[in-house]
């Protein structure tokens, strides 16, 4: 399958539907309305797991049959019957079960309810819960891990690996992280109309640091987390479809789909980062890219562009550029000032150096430094290359060496070494 | 003159509700209460719950931003309290955030135990 196709919309239940794919597609809905239900994030979790190992074992062929013997008709519906029923039976075993006599009679009201109509659609409550789960609160790396196991049914042992962390870890991150919800108060609500703007920040930076964190994998041999970058995207579409009206969220989209249109021309076959300038265009995806595209005009009609609609903006322009020479730097140098407008950021300003160097030439970029990035490999990396071609080669060698020193995949260094061996070559 | 008793200890120094010596040490926290009820002194007092529920929250240029964790800094000093009863965590940021300190300074929130839970 095209990894084009991987990540469009999801299609509907069909026969060859497996449990697998059922749980990575319906968990966060499920979960969603379980929470509500429950007011317990993680007694939700648990009985959503019990109801998914007990479909495991009805449903599979060959088992000896407790009705129902296949998968029912409606599986959803049937595992948030299941998964309540658990709740109930973990709840009355508790030792405080006495004080949660309210629970239990409001939970066995909806099951009875469920069973009188059983094709009732089930609610969708992941608005709530990406806004719970990304709240400002939580540190970060917990809002990224939440999200995964919470919206996108990824295990805890699938996070860890993401974030090359140990199981255990990761475990007892995401144990803390549902103990500081119920103890602290954390609402299980979508924010006052206030608060929005700052909270949906919040959000769409989880999704685009889950993006991130598969697009440019900070260290180790894989290039790049294809199922990272396609989560992020699928929890884009989510939010755009819950929540369509901020143009940020259709920028969102869209700045991931314009860069992963290019993910295909990022390596050569010997797994070295190849650099904007030498990528065989051909192999962008133009589909995906023409997506993105539409998304983003859609966004920029509003006429509120924030951070988000202004990156896709940069990456719209490189899309559009047919080759490297026709790059109309200028107009990416204007997205960039208008960051900068936005949230005088040194990571912004790094790049509008770059865009600068190629509108008034490498003298002007190196002016253009910011500061305060001596730690940062991209920083290292751009100032290797604008002096190199300033011709200034014997600080462009050091600046590679550095950027070199602090480069932990395998992909950018081996790119790194690459350059900075041709200019040597240049020398002798 | 009113005085407030700041209580300072590591967490998980106390003993546990499982243990043998947890009931005379909830004991004696019960008589020394009792003997400031006596002696006309008490205004109040709660158990907080533990720093792993602490939000610190503070203002800087105008934006609230929230951290997850106790106030750690220890060149500034706690400087006093308040007690807010909210529905939930974002109305304590919300009220938090208003206090002047918060612009120069931060504010720790930290529930207050509920012994009904």
């Known amino acids: ?428 | 003159m009113k005085y407030m008793a700041l209580i300072y200890m590591a967490e998980g120094r106390e003993p546990t509700p499982d243990s043998a010596e947890f009931g005379p040490w909830m004991a004696r926290w019960q008589e020394v209460t009792k003997i400031f009820e006596d002696a006309g002194v008490m205004r109040g007092g709660d158990p907080l719950e533990p720093t792993a529920t602490a939000t610190s929250v503070r203002v800087r240029g105008g934006k609230t931003e929230t951290m997850d964790g106790p106030f750690a800094e220890t060149k500034e000093q706690l400087g006093g309290y308040y007690i807010l009863d909210c529905a939930h965590l974002d109305e304590a940021i919300k009220y938090a955030s208003m206090l002047p300190a918060a612009e120069l300074g931060t504010v720790e929130i930290r529930p207050i135990m509920d012994y009904s839970e």
Not at chain 1, 13 to 36: A, E, F, H, Y
Not at chain 1, 315 to 322: D, I, K, N
Not at chain 1, 336 to 351: F, I, Q
């Open chain 1, 1 to 428: 399958m095209r990894d084009s196709e991987k990540i469009k919309d999801s299609a509907a239940i069909d026969d060859t539907t497996s449990l697998q794919d059922l749980m990575r597609r319906d968990w966060g809905r499920l979960l969603s309305v379980l929470i509500s239900d429950l007011g317990d994030f993680a007694l939700a979790e648990d009985s959503l797991a019990d109801a998914f190992a007990s479909a495991l074992t009805h449903w599979s062929p060959g088992r000896p049959t407790n009705p129902p013997a296949n998968p029912p008709s409606n599986p959803r519906a049937w595992l948030l019957q299941v998964a309540r029923r658990k709740a109930i039976d973990r709840l009355r075993r508790q030792q405080n079960h006495r004080t949660k006599l309210p629970e239990l009679t409001y939970l066995r009201e909806l099951d009875a309810q469920a069973s009188a109509e059983p094709e009732q659609e089930i609610r969708d409550e992941r608005l709530r819960l990406i806004f719970t789960a990304c709240h400002p609160a939580l540190d970060q790396k917990t809002r990224l891990a939440l999200t995964l196991r919470s919206l996108c049914g990824l295990t805890t042992g699938e996070i860890a690996r993401a974030f090359l962390d140990k199981e255990a870890t990761m475990a007892q991150r995401l144990a803390r992280a549902r103990n500081k919800i119920a103890r602290a108060g954390i609402p299980y609500q979508v924010p006052k109309a206030e608060d929005l703007e700052q909270r949906l920040s919040s959000v769409l930076t989880v999704i685009y640091l889950i993006f991130n964190e598969g697009y440019s994998v900070s260290q180790g041999e894989d290039p790049i987390r294809h199922d990272l970058c396609q989560e992020a995207i699928r929890l884009a579409r989510e939010l755009r479809d819950l929540l369509p009206q901020p143009p940020e969220v259709l920028g969102l989209l869209a700045l991931l789909l314009l860069t992963y249109a290019r993910h295909g021309a990022r390596l050569s076959p010997e797994g070295a980062a190849i650099p904007l300038e030498e990528q065989d265009r051909s192999l962008w995806d133009q589909e995906v890219a023409d997506e993105g595209l539409a998304l983003l005009e859609r966004a920029l009609r509003r006429g509120r562009a924030g951070p988000f609609q202004l990156q896709a903006v940069i990456s719209a322009l490189h899309v559009e550029a047919e080759t490297f020479a026709a790059t109309d730097w200028a107009e990416i140098l204007l997205a960039y000032d208008r960051l900068m407008g936005l949230a005088d950021n040194p990571v912004v300003a790094l790049n509008r150096a770059v865009a600068l160097s190629f509108v008034k030439g490498p003298a002007a970029g190196l002016a253009a430094l910011p500061g305060q990035l001596d730690h940062y490999q991209p920083f290292h990396a751009a100032r290797a290359d604008i002096l190199r071609r300033a011709g200034q080669h014997k600080d462009a060698k050091a600046a590679y060496d550095r950027a070199i020193g602090l480069t932990r995949n395998s992909a950018d260094r081996r790119f790194l070494q690459a350059r900075k061996a041709r200019l040597s070559l240049l020398e002798s």
